[in-house]
Structure formats: C-alpha cells, structure tokens
C-alpha cells in the first residue's frame, strides 16, 4: 500500500506545452511538499502546504503553480515547459510543518520529467 | 557558496568498508540533521536523524553532528552491495519560522563493490 503516491511516472512532453503531475499521501499527513532533483541528483524544495495552507513558495517561476485541493493531494500544474524544466519531481509530506521527527518527509517514487 | 556542501563523489569502496560520508553547512541556526538514501530511480528515504550535536548509532551506520566546526558526517560499518546508493544530507531550522524546510546537500554516490 503506497505511502505517497505520484502519476505519472515518466512525462515527455514537447516545449511549450502545459501538464499537471499528481500527488497524493494515505499517512494522514498534514503537510505536503513539492521538490525538483536536477541532473547532479541535487535536490530543491519549491512548494509546501500546510494544511491546504502555502507556506513555503521558493524563488520558483510563476509557471509553476501549485495547488491542493485537499490535506491529502497536491497537484503540480506548468505552463508553457521549457529545457530547463527537465527533471525529476518529488512529492512529499511529513506529519506537520517543522523540524523534529514530527517533520520528517517521506518522499514519492518521483516524476521523470523530459521536456523537447 | 551553498548553504550545505557534499561532495558527490562517485564514491567506490570493496565489500565490508566502512565508509565516511561528510557534509559541511554554513546557517549556525540548522538543528536537525538527517541522511537520506535514494536508489536509482527512487524517491529518497529517510536513514538517520539526529538533533543538535552528538552521535547516534542504528546498527551499521553512525551519524554524527559537530555543530562548532559546522561538519555532519554517516559512517558505514561492513558495508555491503545493498549500500550502493546516493546519500543525501539534509538540514532544517528549529523554532516557530521552521516550516519544515529541509535544505539538502548535493548528494554521495556509493558504490560498494562485491
């Protein structure tokens, strides 16, 4: 039974284009994050809720925007993709929004995200 | 300068090593420390965490905090094929302004050889 859960998978898609990737956590959690890991594996937070709440919004570009419709999914949406956003995306979310074992993340299997 | 740096390595060690993987960071304010471990093409999970400075052991693997030189570190005793994965550390803040923000390093690549 998967904990947090991302669809699709994989994502090609050709430059300018728009798509959503989805998420959704069974934890119960309440708070829930969105993360971009580059080429380098180095791993970014860009979005997180609290509680339906956005309380973490990264110097991210606007044709990201996020949003939740409810404690236990957090959607992605993109407009007009380019290079650049080629990467992998990583939903995630934790029991509340701090540091402390109350905090820690437990992570989707990721979206490869491949844009032409 | 990023706040947290990890050498990504790739690291290549034999069987039954022990390995030493490090992260320095630069915010006095991080309070929480934690190692992820990410297997190919999978989402990273949690290995350790630990609170201010110190040590703690979980069978094979040992983090350790040394909050005045800025410097985490994970050692793995007896490492084995399994082991071979990207080691991320992270960090967050302590207090009312922590929103959960965790800030992760780059990132270790393990190899242990069989």
């Known amino acids: 039974d998967t904990a947090v859960s991302q669809t699709p998978k994989y994502l090609v898609t050709q430059m300018g284009n728009d798509k959503s990737i989805k998420c959704e956590q069974n934890l119960g959690h309440d708070t829930m994050y969105w993360y971009k890991q580059d080429s380098k594996k180095f791993l970014k937070i860009m979005f997180s809720y609290n509680n339906k709440e956005l309380i973490i919004n990264e110097t991210v570009p606007n044709r990201f925007s996020p949003k939740s419709p409810d404690k236990a999914h957090l959607n992605l949406h993109i407009n007009s993709l380019e290079l650049g956003d080629s990467a992998v995306y990583f939903c995630a979310s934790s029991r509340r929004a701090s540091g402390g074992t109350g905090g820690t993340q437990y992570f989707g299997p990721g979206t490869r995200l491949t844009v032409l | 300068q990023k706040e947290v740096e990890q050498d990504p390595g790739p690291l290549s060690v034999p069987e039954g090593a022990i390995v030493s993987l490090n992260c320095t960071y630069s915010?006095?304010?991080?309070?929480?420390f934690m190692w992820y471990r990410q297997y190919s093409r999978k989402g990273p999970e949690l290995l350790m965490y630990?609170?201010?400075?110190g040590n703690k052991e979980d069978g094979r693997f040992t983090a350790q905090v040394d909050k005045s030189s800025k410097y985490i570190s994970l050692f793995i005793r007896d490492s084995q094929p399994s082991d071979s994965a990207t080691y991320l550390c992270a960090m967050s803040v302590h207090g009312s302004s922590n929103t959960g923000k965790l800030i992760f390093g780059q990132g270790t690549t393990l190899q242990v050889k069989p």
């Open positions: 915010n006095s304010a991080f309070q929480y």
């Open positions: 630990t609170y201010s400075s």
